[in-house]
DNA sequence: GTGTATATCTCGGGG
DNA sequence: CCCCGAGGTATACAC
């Protein structure tokens, strides 16, 4: 990884049209050849950046990224005050705990927690618009889409209302209905739902987690 | 804006929890107090993170970095193999163009380029469920909702759909249709358009900047 | 490759 | 403060 500290100015033209000013800025240059441009603030988002794949052609005073896409990040330095590089080698990556699909799972092994006597029939059941989440069987023998979320909110109903409806239509599955499950469900989505026809459910996933742990501590 | 070259292991328990096994990173500091950590590749997302506001406690071997939302990230340092300082000051910013506000600002100018004879009765037209890009008025005296995305995918045309569906309700307004405007149309959005009775228009972003920019030499 | 859904999304604006 | 919408979203995964 390359670190430089230099006065610059930064043009960006690609899927918009990008300018700035000059100033102090790190340009940080990774492996993969990927160039970010941060200042001394604002999280984590560099103010301008060019991801892999891409040419970076450099000059004294220039430097001009562009990738296949016809994107074109020139940056133009004024003065360099720091330029180091140090081989990092491949990192072990990111694990992971606690995002949708592990509540996915959960519920999978679990489904009366989202409603009693559901019966699970398959996760991720394939439509022609988009995977459902859990497909399950009622008590009552209707069909019952389960949409899952760590957090509800319009765009989750929308999308359970869109597999409820095209599944609805298979003869083979009809009376479909849709549920739709999240450890948080805000106020609109849970209006919509209603307006739709969709059950909400709040789901406890630390209480879950306990079940998951219990459970295995048995076997 | 401090940056450490460090052999290190990472746990974040938050939002979920997750851990980075021992190897070196990059972790950068910036001015604001935010800390993120490099890996060598990966666009430029860092492993993980911790933005402003948070606290840092610093000892020889360990950074505990805590928020107030109770998210903590535990850094532990086995080995420093460089650590530096510098003072970026303040960033001018970035300059943007070519965004959906530009669009909509053309647009709301010269209503006619999306539909014949439509006149524009408000901007940003406020309902319970939020915004309307443009509320309009056609030839023939129906109300149009125009909404306007840089590029127009099925989300959008839910939105749009959810809007005229509020204002059809209002009296004063009825009848309302919608149209849906955007520098390109992607294939199934205008399939689901088409089903709930709203029309696609694909603008021409570049045409109408031309337009703008041989009126201001007019005047 | 396109299409779809997720994200510790980030970021900015409005109430 | 939260809510909502946009993003050069990025990223993963299925078809």
Redesign the pocket.
């Known amino acids: 990884m390359r670190l430089v500290i230099a006065e610059c100015t930064v043009d960006?033209e690609?899927?918009?049209t990008?300018h700035l000013p000059r100033a102090q800025r790190l340009l940080m240059v990774k492996a993969d050849g990927c160039v970010a441009i941060h200042s001394d603030g604002?999280?984590?988002?560099p103010l301008?950046?060019?991801?892999a794949p891409n040419s970076v052609f450099e000059t004294e005073s220039k430097w001009v990224v562009v990738n296949p896409k016809g994107?074109k990040?020139t940056i133009t330095l004024h003065e360099v005050i720091s330029d180091t590089e140090h081989a990092l080698g491949e990192d072990p990556g990111?694990i992971?705990d606690g995002?949708?699909?592990h509540l996915q799972e959960l519920l999978a092994a679990r489904p009366w927690v989202i409603e009693d006597g559901l019966e699970l029939i398959r996760r991720?059941y394939?439509t022609d618009?988009?995977?459902v989440?859990l497909l399950c069987k009622s008590e009552a023998g209707e069909t019952v889409a389960v949409e899952i979320?760590?957090r509800g909110?319009?765009d989750?109903v929308e999308?359970l209302a869109r597999y409820v409806e095209r599944l609805d239509n298979d003869p083979r599955l009809a009376p479909v209905r849709g549920v739709f499950a999240a450890q948080l469900i805000?106020p609109?989505a849970k209006t919509l739902a209603e307006s739709r026809g969709i059950i909400c459910v709040e789901v406890d996933y630390d209480g879950l987690r306990e079940i998951e742990s219990r459970e295995l501590r048995l076997f």
């Open positions: 960006y690609g899927r918009l990008a604002g999280a984590y988002k301008n950046w060019m991801n994107e990040l990111l992971k995002v949708e699909a991720e394939q618009i988009g995977p989440d979320k760590r909110e319009i989750g999308q805000k609109q």
